[in-house]
């Protein structure tokens, strides 16, 4: 399972999982850059989002951490851990894998790039049914919060 987030290309190859790829243009220009890759690899994409992460030093390759978020009244808690970390002069980013207790299983990636000027955002995920109740019955509930929260996503960098 991997949602390769050091390449350009995602090729095809998680049977089993939902595939979802978004991207959008956050803005223009080096300025932008800067601040958006600093701010992806500092966790900032959740955190302005409404979720709350338990260490919010810079993402690294194997930390383990909680990221929880409010939900209907109560607090869900979502293991994770970093799986990838790219730091390029055209590329940053990160993937975490959601470890046991987390509300679905799969991987995550956050891809801030350039194309020419513009500088985007992209957010690629795998998802399947958690194996635990009472997220595995949920998980139709869960796609649609994911679909919401991508776009928090977007707006959390722009």
Do not use: N
């Not at 299983?105 to 790039?113: K, Q, T």
Request: one cysteine or more.
């Amino acid at each position: 399972m991997s949602t390769s987030p050091e390449s350009s290309v995602w090729p095809i190859t998680d049977a089993g999982f939902r595939r979802s790829e978004v991207a959008a243009v956050i803005g223009r220009g080096d300025e932008c850059w800067q601040r958006a890759a600093t701010d992806v690899l500092r966790w900032a994409v959740k955190p302005r989002s409404g979720f709350r992460v338990e260490d919010a030093r810079p993402v690294e390759q194997g930390a383990q951490l909680a990221v929880t978020v409010r939900f209907l009244g109560l607090t869900v808690v979502e293991p994770v851990e970093v799986v990838t970390v790219v730091r390029s002069d055209d590329r940053a980013g990160f993937s975490y894998r959601t470890l046991p207790g987390h509300p679905v299983a799969g991987e995550e990636a956050f891809i801030v790039h350039r194309r020419g000027d513009e500088v985007r955002l992209t957010i690629r995920s795998l998802t399947r049914p958690a194996a635990r109740q009472p997220w595995r019955a949920l998980f139709p509930l869960l796609l649609v919060a994911q679909r919401l929260v991508r776009r928090r996503y977007v707006r959390a960098l722009r």
